[in-house]
């Protein structure tokens, strides 16, 4: 029971690129969330997902996009990299009270 | 706007000391306050306050919320040093919405 996996670890971009975030969770979740972490700033929500095929967005949602074709997954995409969006990004299985979290992925855009 | 602010930002003491975190909080509706425990990676759940007077223990934590005063407090007794940590505090106030303090780090020297 490997729990919230994400996956990159670790990844820099030049501004104006564009990835993807993988996040996997094999508790059977309903909902998944992603966040991000600034210093100072404590964790900000950007996009969710209550179930399979379901998206919506969250305190910071621009310059992201979110799909969830499969229950277990829940990917956030960067079109287009933007130095503010260097952050390190968390994601989230459970329910609203309860939330696990997986090890984050620390991303800098250069 | 909904804030939750933490204090102190970041505390020092010796192991086994007595430390007390401060959370307080201005949200439009709410739910539950919740406390986790970030080391180097992903928040860990520690306590889900709901009820105001109400201690929740868990071995040396132990936490209580003020619905009065709009505030809780997160007490660790006799401090280890695997206790450093960054401690996290949010406040559900329902729609998947979690709003996160800045957290504390906290550091224990041996």
């Known amino acids: 029971n490997a729990g919230v996996t994400q996956t990159p670890k670790f990844r820099v971009l030049k501004t104006g690129q564009s990835m993807t975030l993988l996040c996997a969770q094999d508790?059977?979740?309903?909902?998944m969330y992603w966040y991000r972490q600034d210093p100072g700033m404590g964790l900000r929500l950007i996009h969710y997902s209550v179930g399979e095929g379901t998206t919506a967005k969250g305190e910071v949602p621009d310059g992201y996009n979110v799909s969830r074709l499969k229950k277990q997954n829940f990917l956030l995409g960067l079109e287009s990299a933007a130095p503010s969006q260097t952050s390190v990004y968390f994601c989230?299985?459970?329910?609203?009270?309860?939330?696990?979290f997986g090890p984050g992925t620390r991303l800098t855009v250069t | 706007e909904d804030k939750v602010v933490q204090s102190p930002l970041s505390l020092v003491v010796h192991e086994g000391d007595t430390v007390t975190l401060n959370c307080s909080y201005e949200v439009t509706n709410f739910r539950s306050l919740l406390w986790y425990k970030q080391e180097k990676k992903a928040p860990t759940f520690l306590f889900m306050l709901?009820?105001?007077?109400i201690e929740k223990k868990s071995g040396r934590l132990s936490s209580i919320l003020d619905k009065k005063e709009l505030f809780s407090i997160l007490n660790i007794t006799a401090t280890q040093t695997g206790d450093s940590a960054v401690y996290l505090c949010a406040v559900y106030q329902g729609a998947q919405k979690l709003v996160f303090g800045q957290g504390t780090r906290l550091t224990i020297n041996p």
């Open positions: 989230a299985s459970g329910e609203a009270m309860e939330q696990y």
């Open positions: 508790m059977n979740h309903e909902y």
């Open positions: 709901t009820s105001s007077g």
